[in-house]
């Protein structure tokens, strides 16, 4: 077994040696004179501000939660495109049955989510309640 | 070509399981500690397909490869839960380090 | 290509779960189309499927049913289970809307989250293949850890549901992975397959040693559902931030699946008796000890609830130990007679903590002259778990305790006995606190709103009838424990 690994081996090893060779000789061989402007991250362009780690609204956390709900529900439904077409007649009704029952679960809780407004990014429904009950009180 | 063997698969799958264990118990982020659950989950699904490779009839093979996709959706469901929790706290506290979270320790 | 069978279904089978599931979709759109903190239209919806899905459930006693390409099943024990989980749901369905009004917490989720979480568990009992089961807990699991975080502007709600979250999301992956060794033991995650695969394994080989670790690690995840000792770490905490109608509800319905999955699964284990007994014995012992011990010295009524919730998880898993038909029986007895006392006790602890009172022993001191009826339901469902004689608390540990005689298991009888009268001095010191003179002036006053009035007499006729004429439940619960036994299934599915 081991046998097989072995040009995958010398393919590692090579790439090693022509990355040490060019890397390190640009470093040994390359002159360095310095400037603000050349140890800049970029060379052109708009000069940064502020850190690059900034934190992120926290619409895009509850629309990516949202998302791979749905991402990975639909991957139940891959095994099912796969095989509906070779099934015998007998089989298809019942597997068409259960498939849309399931397709019927994800709309009802899609239709759910965008009628709460969970999918709004600005002004999302309940806030805009929210506002209008703090205005009433 | 010789496959890898079976036990290979089922060590590697073992030793992501323990690796994951171990990190919920000693990592202080809940999110690290959510990622290190989620490794255990995956270690999991690595034990489902390989056991599946080996069933003698394909009904027994398919049920693990099924398996292996409630797995997933059921981590998804879990992924959901647990951030909306972390985003709330967040929101109320400015911070998720679970050391910090022990208002209940009283 | 192999032919694919299509599962013939008997649907009365699934019919109860199916009902839990579409009243939970339907509250779901309607919540959309009510006014905000319009709730009684989403409480009634949800009682009348909860009631639909009960009545469904005792039409099938005394069927032995497996359908659904063998994945979903009805016996009596899960008539009996799951009859207990809807009256559970149902009570604090009833009793809810009061308490979120009054603690500003008028999420319409509240409902259909609830419900979920009922088909959950209903669905963890109603089937032997433990891939359902662990979805059964997962659905279960996630409409607990949200309805545990429902107070939103509550840190101490949030945090108690990222602890939840945090440990449990643990505990099922541990869960699961006891599956997945059990699918490469035997071929098959059913749980009725496991004596034949033990049988047929030879010691030393593959198979035997992955049925072990599949085994253990399932106790693991279950353990850490029904809060058995080592794995009781977030009960106290969970119970206590929890909104208190939320504790209510996850006290009662979780311990009853996950005992009921136990229950199936250490017994169709039966044959690797040897190898889980000594663990479940130390479990138990363990359970027993720290549970009681540890609720003495608590201050708060709701963690100290939590700690004899403990208890009493180590009072049944002495009746899996035993393993006999008596002990069996007690079990299920006790899970039934447990729901009922926990609700209500949690119901009452959600009225003092819907006024803005403390939830604290202390607090609880003179109630019965403010509120007589309240007060006396109290008291009842406290002597019930401590388990004192005209109630159902009582006959669930006389059986706990004989079927453990039997079994041989003398230390744990003894130790059973022992805890429990430990037990009973906190929950008599709590009763007594209720009809002594108030330390200070009560922080405000208040009523008991007429449906709680239901849901606590409910709890005590219960309780009391069952106390007084224990043989009907204790029948049916040995019946269902032979039916079990025997193994006499009625597969409907087509091949």
């Known amino acids: 077994m081991p046998a097989e690994y072995v040009p995958i081996l010398i393919l590692f090893g090579l790439a090693a040696v022509i990355t040490a060779v060019m890397v390190g000789g640009s470093w040994l061989l390359g002159p360095r004179r310095p400037t603000p402007a050349k140890t800049a991250p970029y060379e052109c362009g708009i000069t940064p501000v502020g850190s690059a780690r900034e934190r992120f609204p926290v619409h895009f956390y509850l629309t990516a939660m949202l998302f791979i709900i749905f991402d990975v529900e639909i991957a139940f439904l891959y095994p099912f495109f796969v095989m509906v077409r070779d099934l015998p007649t007998e089989a298809r009704g019942f597997v068409i049955g259960v498939a849309t029952a399931f397709a019927t679960l994800l709309i009802i809780t899609f239709l759910y989510e965008l009628k709460k407004g969970a999918l709004e990014w600005e002004d999302p429904v309940e806030h805009r309640r929210l506002k209008a009950e703090l205005k009433n009180q | 070509m010789t496959a890898v063997p079976a036990s290979a698969y089922l060590t590697l799958a073992a030793f992501l399981f323990a690796i994951g264990a171990a990190g919920v118990l000693i990592k202080r982020n809940p999110i690290v500690i959510f990622m290190c659950i989620e490794l255990m989950l995956n270690a999991v699904n690595l034990t489902f397909l390989t056991f599946a490779l080996h069933q003698p009839n394909l009904q027994a093979q398919v049920a693990g490869h099924v398996f292996v996709l409630f797995v997933i959706g059921v981590a998804a469901a879990e992924v959901a839960v647990g951030l909306g929790i972390i985003v709330v706290i967040f929101r109320l506290r400015e911070t998720i380090d679970v050391d910090s979270v022990s208002l209940l320790r009283e | 290509m192999e032919a694919l069978n299509i599962p013939q279904v008997e649907w009365s089978a699934l019919l109860p779960v199916l009902t839990v599931v579409g009243a939970a979709l339907l509250v779901l759109i309607l919540e959309l189309f009510l006014p905000r903190g319009q709730h009684t239209p989403l409480m009634l919806v949800g009682l009348l499927g909860l009631g639909l899905a009960g009545y469904f459930q005792l039409a099938l006693w005394g069927a032995s049913l497996v359908t659904w390409a063998e994945t979903a099943l009805s016996d009596n024990i899960a008539v009996l289970l799951n009859l207990a989980i809807l009256v559970s749901s149902g009570l604090v369905l009833l009793f809810a809307d009061d308490y979120l009004r009054a603690r500003n917490m008028r999420y319409g989720e509240f409902y259909p989250l609830l419900l979920f979480a009922t088909a959950g568990a209903m669905l963890m009992i109603s089937s032997t293949n433990l891939m359902v089961v662990f979805l059964g807990l997962e659905v279960l699991s996630l409409s607990l850890y949200v309805l545990t975080g429902l107070a939103r502007a509550e840190v101490r709600s949030e945090e108690a549901a990222l602890k939840y979250f945090l440990l449990g999301a643990f505990a099922s992956a541990f869960f699961l992975y006891g599956i997945a060794l059990l699918y490469g033991a ?70 009853v699946a996950a005992f009921g999955v136990l229950l199936r699964l250490l017994s169709a284990a039966m044959p690797m008796l040897d190898l889980w007994s000594p663990i479940m014995w130390a479990i138990a012992l363990l359970s027993m000890l720290v549970g009681n011990l540890v609720a003495l010295i608590q201050r708060d009524a709701k963690r100290m609830l939590a700690y004899s919730s403990v208890g009493h998880a180590g009072y049944l898993a002495v009746g899996l130990v035993s393993m006999n038909m008596t002990s069996l029986t007690g079990v299920l007895f006790y899970l039934v007679a447990y729901a009922l006392m926990t609700v209500g006790a949690f119901g009452v602890l959600s009225l003092m903590a819907r006024a803005g009172d403390a939830t604290t022993v202390d607090a609880l001191r003179g109630l019965a002259r403010r509120q007589p009826f309240a007060a006396f339901a109290m008291a009842i469902l406290m002597l019930s778990l401590a388990g004192i004689p005209p109630t159902a608390g009582f006959w669930g540990k006389w059986y706990l305790f004989l079927g453990a005689l039997e079994g041989g298991q003398t230390l744990l009888a003894i130790v059973l006995a022992l805890t429990s009268v430990v037990g009973a001095a906190y929950y008599l010191r709590l009763t007594f606190s209720l009809y002594a003179d108030a330390l200070e002036a009560p922080a405000a006053r208040w009523s008991v709103p007429a449906p709680m009035v239901v849901c606590l007499l409910i709890c005590l006729i219960g309780l009391i009838g069952l106390g007084i004429a224990p043989r009907p439940l204790a029948e049916s619960s040995r019946q269902a424990v032979e039916r079990m036994a025997n193994g006499e299934w009625q597969v409907v599915s087509g091949e």
Request: a positive charge; zero cysteines; charged letters at 10%.
């Open chain 3, 186 to 255: 035997q071929g098959s995650v059913d749980m009725r397959v496991i004596s034949a695969s033990w049988v047929a394994s030879m010691p030393g080989k593959m198979t035997n040693a992955l049925l072990v670790a599949s085994l253990a690690l399932m106790l693991v995840g279950l353990g850490f559902k029904a809060a058995l000792a080592p794995f009781h770490m977030w009960t106290p905490d969970v119970y206590q931030g929890a909104p208190t109608v939320a504790t209510a509800y996850m006290a009662a319905v979780s311990k």
